[in-house]
C-alpha cells in the first residue's frame, strides 16, 4: 500500500522496480493517505507501506526522529532502548560536539538494525526570495501550512 502526492506519482514505479531487483513481484495497491493512514498503518495492518515523507523540512533532527525510531511512537514496531537514549541525549544537548556524537553513534546502531527503508530518495528542490519573509516561528513541518502568514518584505 501506499500514498504519494502527485508531484511524486512516479516514485512507486521506482520503489516497484527496486523490489523487482532483489527479487520480489510486489502488486501495488495506491490509496488516498487518509484511508489508509488510521485504518491501516497505524493498525499495522500491511505487509509494506511507503509513503512520502518530508525530509528537507525538518529544522532540526531531533523533531522527526522520536516518531521515526523511538520505541513509544513509531509505527512498526522497532524497539531499541539504546535508539531512544540516543534520541534523548542528542535532543536535550545544547553542546554541539556532544549533539553530533550523540547522532554519529545513533546512525551506527540504525545502520546495524535497519528498522526502516528507505528505497527511493528523491530530490528536496528548495528555493528562497528575499522578498518572502517567513513568520518568526519555529515552523519545521508546518512551514507550507503557514503560507497564510507569509508577507511580502520590502
Request: aromatic letters at 14%.
Amino acid at each position: 500500500m501506499l500514498t504519494y502526492p502527485e508531484f511524486a506519482k512516479d516514485y512507486p514505479l521506482a520503489i516497484q522496480d527496486n523490489w523487482k531487483k532483489v527479487g520480489v513481484d510486489a502488486t501495488l495497491q495506491p490509496m488516498e493517505f487518509a484511508a489508509i493512514f488510521a485504518p491501516l498503518y497505524l493498525a499495522g495492518k500491511f505487509d509494506v507501506f511507503a509513503f512520502q515523507m518530508p525530509i528537507g523540512t525538518y529544522s532540526d533532527p531531533s523533531y522527526p526522529l522520536a516518531g521515526y525510531f523511538g520505541s513509544a511512537l513509531n509505527r512498526n514496531k522497532y524497539n531499541n532502548p539504546k535508539v531512544d537514549s540516543l534520541i534523548k541525549q542528542a535532543a536535550e544537548s545544547t553542546d554541539e560536539a556532544q549533539r553530533k556524537q550523540s547522532y554519529a553513534e545513533l546512525i551506527e546502531q540504525l545502520a546495524q538494525d535497519a528498522p526502516h527503508m528507505w528505497p527511493v530518495m528523491p530530490n528536496d528542490i528548495w528555493v528562497a526570495n528575499s522578498k518572502v519573509k517567513l513568520p518568526d516561528a519555529d515552523l519545521a513541518f508546518l512551514l507550507f501550512v503557514n503560507i497564510k502568514d507569509w508577507t511580502r518584505a520590502g
